[in-house]
């Protein structure tokens, strides 16, 4: 596999788990426990899940996502997000790469059809759409730095928000890498991506996955070998958003340019 | 839903410059937070400039030794009002305190609070104030009569032995205080310092950066208060008082502008991935605040004032009234300074947008939770408070250069 897809599995953890008792073992004592807590020993971040534990990740084919939008809209309606175009749980961006070396981003918009300068523009190099979404981090620092808990991660691996305790500090929006995050103007707390959990723990397809006419957007447990997910892994050349900040994202890109960040 | 914030997040469109993520436009920690770290400012380092006075001893700075306790309370007590009132939820502000998550930054709020406020700044001014209050609680009648007694705790030892205690106490105190003070601050660096997915803010200098200016603002703030409340309380300014004051001012002002000009030159000498957004951004949204205000009208030009005043002085028996008139138009631009640098960090942090490919913008409200005039009202709300307790402690006597009282004079020692 080419990236691990567990929070440290094999070696890595290994030496995480060696390294963490080592310290535990040197500087025991309740307030320290607390420092190491704050240590990157990721005490909140999902373990490598034990065998027939679901752990779930997210795949997207760039190549076959033709920007339709209908994801966003499955979302938007699915999950209760706000029409207005200001919140997103999962948004697509357009890149358009030209000869001189410059590069175009703009987010799509639902119910606009993208202008196809592409076919007559010479000028272009190439141009491709790229899905979004919480990625899902096995080491997400928005749970880091929640300070009331209410960001937290399941054992299945998906970082979730409980409106009932998050208090709107918007600590977790600052925190996160891509973008992800947005406060509720209804509930006045921080809501984002959840994998469709009301919809995958009875078995489901996440809303936005099930509508891609293109299957740009592929769902599953990366613990089941023979799962889609685990296939699509298996099949391509994958890579993550942001790789150097540490965060193990579990939203794999297939065909991801150089460019996208 | 809330129609108003859509409205203002569509005017926001237009202005955006690049590409930025859909869910960056609207800027999430607006004001309020800049006051917040500002107000903190000021009270790590009036309480720094407190112990100066008692560690070194030093005999010139006295008279602003109870005026800078109060003020550290008095912007304490609104501290924790910014940040509050910002919150989506205010009224779910105590889950911090019963269920705080130990990784995070911002969970630690109300224990480094409550710690500074109760170990640290009550008790000070308690021990300092203690014998006063007695004394003062014997000549007076009614109300004020009550509070003092009330607030000495109904103790009537001045005997020599308590006052010695009082002494022992209050060396403590400030010895306990100090790095409290540093981590009070530090730790409000640390809020953003510790967000990796920033670059801007990410950055180990931050704390410190923070702390220095703290102690920046904190020491200026005193100064343009004594200053000000001086002549007002029919006392006569030290001259030597505020020479010196100015003193460990500018040398605070030195580190910290050597400080944040070694965080600048790193980051362009490292020249990341965000260099480029970041430098757009800071020649065109924060040109203002950061070039001209923080930098230009903040440090340079106070600096370059009371080193001429330092130079002059001694050559040509500068004229104190135009000394006076000097420092303070050089304290109040620092104050200005030092508001632009919260700026600058807090909203200039949220400009840019993580894909580094483009800037959002920030508008202003007027009324409002998190606006202008409610920012303005937390930001004058400590000078009343000062008022209110400057009735109830007042520090007058020891501003005024008399000989002070037993517990003050004591205190220095
Ligand atoms: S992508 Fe952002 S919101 Fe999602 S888990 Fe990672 S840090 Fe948290
Ligand atoms: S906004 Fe809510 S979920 Fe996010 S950090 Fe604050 S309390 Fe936690």
């Known amino acids: ?261 | 839903m809330n129609p108003e914030l859509v409205h203002t997040l569509r005017e926001l469109i237009p202005q955006i410059q690049g590409y930025i993520y859909p869910n960056e436009i609207e800027i999430h920690w607006g004001l309020l937070i800049v006051v917040y770290p500002y107000i903190t400012g000021v009270v790590a380092g009036a309480f720094i400039l407190a112990s100066l006075v008692k560690v070194f001893n030093v005999k010139e700075v006295q008279p602003l030794y109870r005026l800078s306790l109060l003020t550290a309370l008095a912007y304490l007590l609104v501290a924790p009002m910014a940040l509050v009132s910002h919150l989506g939820h205010p009224e779910r502000f105590y889950e911090i305190l019963l269920t705080p998550q130990t990784s995070s930054a911002m969970a630690m709020f109300g224990f480094v609070y409550a710690w500074y406020l109760m170990a640290v700044l009550l008790l000070e001014i308690w021990f300092v104030h203690r014998t006063d209050m007695i004394e003062w609680a014997e000549h007076e009648t009614g109300l004020m009569r009550h509070i003092h007694r009330a607030l000495a705790l109904y103790s009537r030892d001045t005997g020599d032995r308590s006052v010695a205690f009082d002494h022992k106490a209050l060396k403590v105190i400030t010895i306990v205080g100090i790095p409290s003070a540093f981590l009070l601050h530090g730790y409000v660096g640390f809020i953003f310092g510790s967000i990796k997915a920033n670059p801007w803010w990410s950055s180990v200098l931050i704390p410190i950066v923070f702390l220095f200016s703290a102690i920046v603002s904190g020491i200026a703030l005193v100064i343009l208060l004594y200053m000000i409340l001086t002549p007002l309380t029919g006392g006569k300014i030290s001259m030597r008082c505020v020479d010196k004051a100015i003193d460990f001012l500018f040398y605070a002002v030195i580190v910290d502008f050597s400080l944040e000009l070694v965080d600048f030159i790193h980051r362009v000498y490292q020249s990341e991935e965000e260099i480029k957004i970041l430098s757009e951004m800071v020649m065109s949204k924060l040109f203002a605040s950061l070039i001209i205000i923080q930098v230009l009208l903040g440090m340079l030009v106070p600096l370059t004032l009371i080193s001429l005043t330092k130079i002059f002085k001694k050559r040509f028996h500068l004229n104190e009234d135009l000394r006076k008139m000097v420092y303070f138009v050089a304290v109040i631009l620092i104050q200005f300074g030092i508001f632009a640098t919260r700026w600058n960090v807090v909203i200039g942090g949220q400009m840019f947008s993580k894909s580094f490919r483009g800037l959002t913008t920030y508008k202003m409200e007027f009324g409002g939770i998190e606006g202008l005039l409610f920012a303005i009202f937390l930001l004058a709300l400590p000078i009343l408070i000062l008022a209110v307790l400057t009735k109830i402690l007042p520090p007058w006597k020891e501003m005024h250069g008399q000989p002070a009282p037993e517990g003050v004079e004591a205190a220095g020692s």
Request: proline share 8%; net charge positive; charged share 20%.
């Open chain 1, 1 to 261: 596999m080419p990236l691990s897809p567990f929070a440290g599995g094999g070696t890595v953890n290994g030496r995480r788990t060696f390294l963490r008792g080592f310290f535990s073992v040197l500087l025991s004592g309740g307030a320290i426990g607390g420092i190491l807590k704050i240590l990157p020993s990721k005490a909140d971040a999902g373990e490598a899940p034990p065998k027939g534990q679901n752990w779930y990740g997210f795949g997207v084919s760039v190549d076959k996502c033709i920007g339709c939008a209908r994801c966003m809209e499955a979302c938007k309606s699915e999950n209760n997000v706000p029409r207005e175009p200001f919140f997103f749980r999962t948004w697509v961006e357009r890149y358009i790469l030209r000869k001189n070396g410059t590069t175009t981003v703009k987010a799509i918009a639902p119910n606009v059809e993208p202008s196809p300068e592409t076919a007559s523009d010479k000028s272009i190099l190439r141009s491709f759409f790229v899905p979004k979404l919480c990625n899902q981090c096995a080491s997400p620092p928005c749970v880091q730095v929640c300070p009331v808990g209410a960001t937290f991660q399941t054992k299945d691996g998906v970082v979730l928000v409980n409106e009932n305790t998050c208090i709107g500090c918007r600590y977790c929006i600052q925190a996160c890498p891509y973008g992800a995050r947005y406060l509720h103007p209804g509930t006045r707390t921080a809501d984002k991506c959840t994998f469709c959990y009301h919809r995958i723990s009875h078995g489901l397809l996440p809303a936005c996955v099930e509508v891609c006419p293109t299957q740009a957007r592929v769902f599953g447990d990366l613990n089941a070998a023979a799962s889609p997910m685990s296939r699509f892994l298996r099949m391509n050349k994958i890579h993550v958003l942001k790789p150097g900040l540490n965060t193990e994202p579990k939203v794999y890109y297939a065909s991801l340019d150089g460019e996208v960040r």
